[in-house]
């Protein structure tokens, strides 16, 4: 079992939709996490940080739930922009330096 | 522009071959990632650094891969006798590594082809 997962999908949404995406984490230790945007062909841009219970800026929100171990993304009012792949990460546990990442979501979002 | 920067973007090599790659972190960071991805996974951690030391290494990191960053500021990965698996994005992150700041930010990568 990989230590985190995420529904691959793709998603494809319209413009202006509200989407969630759902990551889950095995190590009950794991201290923080994080959403990362990855453009194709590019590199991982941080998007949120989430260290207590959620997190929210602007159209999107961030939600953790430590007994279930499982986080989630929502993007409200989506945009064309919002199209890329949405990389959820755990870091802390057994190892205070790398960050694990799920394999990523794609999104689409569409006229 | 005061991110992460990474060279070569791209290199196409032979297998056999081996190759360097250089990261310069964000100036004030004392952490450095370094980071394997292939398409359609996320990012694999290979090693980091605190400082000059190399705090951790992945078994993903074969005794032909090699890692290091001499006066705490740049790094470089060596890859000696690559293998066309060895074909991936080889990412480098940066981070503060103090207190509750483990925000790791992403240079531009290194994209490595072996033939």
């Known amino acids: 079992r990989k230590e985190v997962e995420q529904d691959p999908g793709p998603f494809n949404v319209p413009e202006g939709a509200t989407v969630a995406f759902n990551c889950t984490y095995s190590?009950?230790?794991?201290?923080?996490f994080f959403w990362y945007r990855q453009d194709c062909r590019k590199e991982p841009k941080l998007l949120m940080s989430?260290?207590?219970s959620g997190n929210e800026d602007g159209r999107f929100t961030a939600q953790l739930n430590r007994a279930s171990q499982y986080i989630s993304l929502l993007i409200r009012d989506s945009k064309l922009s919002d199209s890329a792949t949405y990389l959820c990460?755990?870091?802390?546990?057994?190892?205070?330096?790398?960050?694990?990442f799920g394999q990523g979501t794609i999104l689409t979002v569409h006229p | 522009d005061t991110g992460v920067s990474q060279d070569p973007r791209h290199k196409i090599t032979k297998r056999g071959q081996n190759v360097t790659f250089r990261c310069d972190p964000i100036?004030?960071?004392?952490?450095l990632y370094w980071y394997r991805q292939t398409l359609g996974q996320g990012p694999e951690f290979l090693t980091y650094?605190?400082?000059?030391?190399?705090?951790?290494k992945s078994r993903l990191l074969s005794d032909r891969f090699s890692a290091e960053r001499p006066k705490g500021s740049f790094s470089t990965l060596e890859i000696q006798r690559t293998e066309q698996g060895d074909s991936a994005m080889y990412l480098c992150?940066?981070?503060?590594?103090?207190?509750?700041?483990?925000?790791?930010?992403f240079g531009p990568g290194t994209r490595l082809t072996v033939t």
């Open positions: 992150a940066s981070s503060l590594g103090t207190g509750e700041s483990y925000e790791q930010y």
């Open positions: 190590n009950s230790a794991s201290q923080s």
């Open positions: 989430v260290y207590s």
């Open positions: 990460v755990a870091f802390g546990g057994t190892s205070y330096g790398k960050l694990t």
């Open positions: 100036s004030e960071h004392n952490r």
């Open positions: 650094f605190q400082n000059e030391a190399q705090l951790e």
